[in-house]
């Protein structure tokens, strides 16, 4: 059902994003612009009774809405469950966007910002969350701009009752994209993650249970519910559905954000969205998901992008950052760049994730990697590390094993590879 007409509707021009993700010059649609095109509508409606709070909770669990921040939770059955809490509630809104290669929330919110509090205004009717409070990267300076005049704009004139939102700014951590962490740093705290249970859902911000978000999640509510479940739900390919804004960049003719049926694959991506591979460049790897999901090789490029469909081969989707490799590009590099950048931002709470990224990052600079000493480092790291970017940081470790190990000395360079061109380095 995924027809280019079909997402060509999706991008309405106040979003100005088009199929294979083509920019549409793209003014920043305003209070008037947004409700020129029914915007707020949906919001006035939950908040003043005319659509009850079940419907809208039907729509969003059949929808299959997954939180498209990374985790993937189903987004109907979280608000359900926040919404059984005792009050009072609160809901946090991570566009902290620091995972590297991601820039979808930034690209949504640049063009529409109103879309996005509509969203978050009915989650807040729906689940009951007296404040809510949006943690923005603090690199993100323009979109700080953006998102507050659009605030300003709601508050001036509002369609209705209006719950407290608060605009807090990141500093630069990303471990801080760890809703927990993130919770703590909105608290004033240092970012470090927590340990769960309790979870944010029953025990989050101040204590209390907390609806926490990402943008784009959010982003997506008010067409979902307008257009009903099965339109969001009626896009996938490969046996998956809805739709996902994959972040691409890398070796394509035309990155940028691409809004793509779920389950399609990287082959398919890269030839329909992103105009093929750049001038003289042949496909050899890929990020599937930033730097937390792992390397793929180019032989798995017809495996469908979503959630769970990677994790056969040790990766994931995370919040649908692609990053593209040729044979000018070495996997080995870009798990070596990649640990280096866990190190930097471990938060250092847990010795694991701490000493091992460190200890990992200078193993992987040898030209024959020592296999025995970083397969045990990645195991503890794997199994002792308090949240995700440690649990995480073995993957590209175990991604050059399993399926780049012609690249640091564990085995010949295969025949059926494109082969290092002149001044690529096949060894460091
Ligand atoms: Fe901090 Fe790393 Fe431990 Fe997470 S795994 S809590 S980032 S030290």
Known sequence: PCTQDALHFVANPESGITHGGESVAPPVADLATYRAHGGYALAAAVVNGETDAESVLAAMADSGLR?????????????????????????????????????????????DPHRFLEGLLVAAQVVGTEACYIYLRDEYHGC???????????????????????????????????????????????????????YIAQVGLFGRPTLEHNFETLYWVRDIVERGPQWFAGFGRHG??????????????????????????LRELVDEYCGGMAEGHELYAY????????ILPARLADVPLDFDTLQPHGCFIGSAAVIVLSQHDRARDAALNVMRFFAHESCGQCTPCRVGTAKAAQLMEAP??????????????????????GQAAPNPIR???KYFPHEVGEAPWPGDLPPPRAGVRTER
């Open 67 to 111: 939180g498209l921040g990374g985790a993937g939770f189903p987004a109907g059955r979280k608000w359900r469950i926040v919404r059984e809490q005792a009050a009072p509630r609160l809901m946090a809104v991570n566009i902290d966007e620091g995972e590297p290669g991601t820039f979808k929330d930034r690209t949504y919110l640049e063009r």
């Open 144 to 198: 700080r701009a953006i998102l507050q005049r659009a605030i300003d704009e709601l508050q001036a004139d509002p369609p209705c009752p209006l719950p407290r939102i608060e605009l807090r700014r990141g500093a630069g951590a990303y471990i801080c994209g760890e809703e927990s962490a993130m919770i703590e740093s909105i608290e004033g705290k240092r970012g470090e993650p927590r340990m769960r249970p309790p």
């Open 240 to 265: 998956r559905q809805g739709l996902r804004s994959f972040s691409v960049s890398g070796r394509v003719k035309a990155p940028g954000v691409k809004l793509a049926p779920a389950g399609i694959t």
């Open 287 to 294: 990020l599937p998901g930033g730097a937390s999901g792992g």
């Open 368 to 389: 024959r990697w020592d296999a025995d000493t970083l397969d045990d480092l990645a195991l503890v790291m794997g199994d002792a590390s308090i949240c995700g970017l």
């Open 399 to 401: 991604c050059i094993h």
